[in-house]
């Protein structure tokens, strides 16, 4: 009975479009950490995107580092996908035993949606930051399936709050060339803006989950920009008005990389 059950399970999820995970072996495990330096008192952290360019993955990034964009040592970017191959990149404070990896977006790749787990050797993280924008892609369904069976932390973020809570600030009415509009005007506008974009951003991910049969899973709203002044302990009352999600994603992605690592 078992075996005609795990028979059909197969077939629904080929039928589904899902495809069978390919396990690593030892020796693929060992291969795949040499080449992307793994070091067993580090913790690895790739960041991947697997729809448009220009997502803002390799910012994220620097931003992780504590690095802005124009610093020396960050990894390059641009509105098109400017990696081709997986990137390491260390911390910028020397004291933190953290690794960075700028991961190629899916579509840069000529590989199936259900193989760039696999060929990009995902499995040798300690987590995985997944970049999204409205809709899904397959790649993004096989990356948080993927993760599942490895027991790996997978974050669901989408990042360039700010350009996005600015952009529907002006949908909304706000024109900063309107000298009768003041700054509690403004304030007012890009309230209601950010109040919109996180709760549509959220459902849409709920929505997004559900349609892949996937369990529900918190999406992570951020802006570069409080990411790397979250890192650098840079946080203003300014400051601190305009983050959303970036000290609880901070948090969950040291916690759990810790844990999963039994604590080393």
Not at 70 to 91: C, K, M, N, Q, Y
Not at 144 to 164: E, M
Not at 227 to 252: P, R, S, W, Y
Request: with cysteine; aromatic share 10%; net charge negative.
């Amino acid at each position: 009975r078992a075996a005609l059950e795990a028979k059909a399970e197969v077939e629904r999820q080929l039928h589904e479009g899902i495809r069978p995970v390919v396990m690593p072996s030892a020796a693929d495990l060992e291969d795949a950490k040499r080449r992307i330096g793994y070091r067993d008192e580090l913790y690895h952290f790739a960041v991947s995107v697997t729809g448009i360019a220009g997502s803002g993955k390799s910012s994220l990034v620097n931003a992780l580092r504590g690095l802005r964009n124009r610093d020396a040592g960050a990894a390059a970017t641009g509105i098109t996908e400017t990696t081709l191959r997986v990137s390491r990149f260390p911390d910028s404070d020397p004291e933190n035993p953290f690794v960075w990896y700028d991961i190629p977006g899916a579509g840069t790749l000529q590989v199936g949606d259900w193989q760039y787990f696999s060929d990009q050797e995902l499995y040798v993280f300690d987590a995985l930051i997944v970049l999204v924008d409205n809709r899904f892609t397959m790649t993004d369904v096989a990356i948080l399936r993927n993760a599942r069976l490895f027991g790996i932390p997978c974050y669901i973020v989408r990042s360039n709050a700010d350009s996005h809570v600015r952009n529907l600030t002006r949908e909304m009415g706000y024109d900063s060339d309107d000298e009768e509009q003041d700054a509690e005007s403004r304030a007012t506008f890009e309230y209601a803006a950010r109040e919109h974009f996180v709760s549509a951003t959220r459902q849409n991910v709920r929505d997004n989950l559900r349609d892949a049969n996937l369990p529900e899973q918190r999406v992570y709203i951020v802006s570069n920009s409080m990411i790397f002044n979250a890192t650098k302990g840079n946080v203003t009352t300014k400051v601190a008005k305009k983050i959303i999600d970036e000290f609880e994603f901070l948090q969950a992605l040291l916690r759990d990389a810790y844990k999963r690592r039994g604590g080393v």
